[in-house]
């Protein structure tokens, strides 16, 4: 089998560059290690980030380049490339227009998240998305690419500095393509248990990942054969917080999963207070703080504030409401509850391992394998605070210093790590060419998507969709640079 392009993965990177180069009349062979297409930019995104597109410009947003550039390079402190960052974010108007002609409309809508809503509006959403990745396929292969699903890259082989071919896996029958240029876009390594647990900060049984399990972390390994830089791996996508159950994989309760996205008295595992607990509203900010402190969190209710919620509305908004109501187009409410079955919900969570009860605050930090000291010191100071309406520690807002933690029995539900995926991992430059430690290129390789590192310091942005809009235009870009690459030949292109 022959090609002018092989492409290790079929999420939105690898699809990326997929369309682009075979439209431009080279033979592409796009490999997907499952039996379906689409990765985490179909399966788990709804949308992506985008910055001056024709919708935002239909509307008049005045978000600029510059200034989504300058935000994205503060927050990370200038730790990140410049050069990369500003060309992903060049891309990405180009990009919401492209996707529509090849099939995948989006619609600008408000961002998802709370503390967003006087941010100017970046998000565009799937409109369709399942039938639209379709689409995207349709398109590729319109234009002669080929899509081998359940084919797993193994080896890249080089000749002479130069790539001959990749040794791939089907079926356990093993064989080999032969080209000239390989992207490497298979989203990263959340789904390699070991790997994982290497470059963890946290105990390990505090991450629940939401990650592809497919993303074994392949494309890295191959690169890294080649000489690729891998120091920076280990950033992961923190993404708010998680309740689970550590005996039951598919538990759901949807009453303990709304009280986890509100902002009520959180406790770390010391028993100590950490946070203005309405960091919930970021999502992103809400999962940096949950790994930073160890991973794992308490929230504490007391009967008091059961009893109330069993039977009337609380007008706070549940941090994800946003995000869903956008996706069925309806209303916000800006409250929840009540919740009439909340004492049996509570003990569910508890006989799933998700939660802790106990008649007193002595009880409790048994339970919870802390100081009794700590934790009722932690509990006073807070009442205190709840009474005077005022957050001297944290500086939550008045509105949430509302509910005391007095009255027994107590409860305590732990909220995890939780993570979308692990973002970087090999170095590259703004074309997406695979990079040494000396910074000299893997020659005829290139990386996109969350196998790429340079868009991020240690943490994921605040920026709503920026992942998937990174996978998106990076593979774009790697697609075009395999173009001027084969074009050019490698003597010119590499200069």
């Not at 990263?188 to 963890?200: A, D, P, Q, T, Y």
């Not at 799933?352 to 932690?378: N, W, Y």
Request: hydrophobic share 40%; net charge negative.
């Amino acid at each position: 089998m022959k090609a002018d392009v092989v492409i290790v993965g079929a999420g939105a990177a690898g699809i990326g560059a997929g369309i682009t180069l075979a439209e431009a009349g080279k033979q592409v062979i796009l490999l997907e290690k499952g039996d379906k297409f689409g990765g985490a930019g179909m399966f788990g995104a709804q949308g992506l980030f985008a910055v001056e597109s024709s919708q935002q410009k239909a509307v008049g947003s005045s978000f600029t380049l510059k200034q989504a550039y300058q935000e994205l390079i503060g927050y990370t402190h200038y730790r990140s490339n410049t050069a990369l960052t500003k060309a992903i974010l060049s891309k990405s108007a180009s990009t919401i227009d492209w996707l529509s002609d090849h099939g995948l409309k989006t619609e600008l809508v408000k961002n998802t998240q709370e503390v967003h809503q006087d941010h100017p509006k970046v998000y565009h959403q799937y409109i369709d998305k399942f039938a639209g990745f379709d689409r995207l396929m349709a398109s590729f292969k319109a234009h002669g690419g080929q899509l081998l699903l359940q084919t797993a890259g193994v080896e890249i082989i080089r000749e002479q500095d130069q790539i001959a071919g990749i040794k791939v896996v089907q079926n356990k029958h093993e064989f080999m393509i032969t080209c000239s240029a390989v992207i490497v876009a298979d989203g990263g390594f959340i789904g390699n248990h070991e790997l994982v647990n290497k470059h963890l900060t946290i105990n390990p049984e505090n991450l629940y990942s939401m990650g592809e399990r497919k993303a074994t972390g392949d494309g890295i390994k191959m690169l890294a054969q080649l000489g690729a830089d891998t120091r920076h791996l280990g950033v992961f996508e923190n993404h708010a917080a998680s309740v689970i159950s550590p005996h039951d994989s598919k538990w759901h309760n949807s009453t303990i999963f709304t009280l986890t996205n509100l902002p009520f008295l959180w406790i770390d595992q010391s028993g100590k207070r950490f946070v203005d607990e309405s960091v919930c509203y970021d999502f992103a900010l809400w999962g940096n703080i949950t790994y930073t402190i160890g991973g794992a969190y308490y929230f504490i209710l007391d009967q008091a504030l059961v009893d109330e919620l069993s039977d009337q509305a609380l007008e706070w908004t549940d941090s994800f409401e946003r995000t869903f109501v956008s996706l069925a187009h309806k209303p916000m409410t800006h409250k929840v509850g009540p919740f009439p079955q909340i004492d049996v919900d509570l003990e569910e969570a508890i006989a799933k391992g998700a939660g802790f009860k106990a008649e007193d605050l002595a009880e409790l930090a048994t339970k919870l394998h802390m100081s009794q000291k700590i934790l009722m010191q932690t509990v006073d100071r807070y009442n205190t605070q709840i009474e005077q309406k005022e957050d001297f520690d944290f500086y939550k807002p008045t509105k949430f210093m509302r509910f005391s933690v007095k009255q027994g029995p107590f409860y305590a539900i732990k909220a995890r790590s939780t993570s979308l995926g692990t973002i970087g991992g090999i170095e590259t430059n703004d074309q997406m060419d695979v990079l040494k430690a000396d910074k000299k290129p893997v020659k005829g390789t290139f990386v996109a998507g969350n196998n790429a590192s340079g868009m991020y310091d240690t943490s994921y942005p605040t920026l709503e969709g920026i992942s998937c809009a990174f996978a998106w235009n990076s593979g774009r870009i790697a697609g075009e640079s395999a173009i001027k690459l084969l074009n050019e030949g490698s003597e010119s292109y590499y200069g």
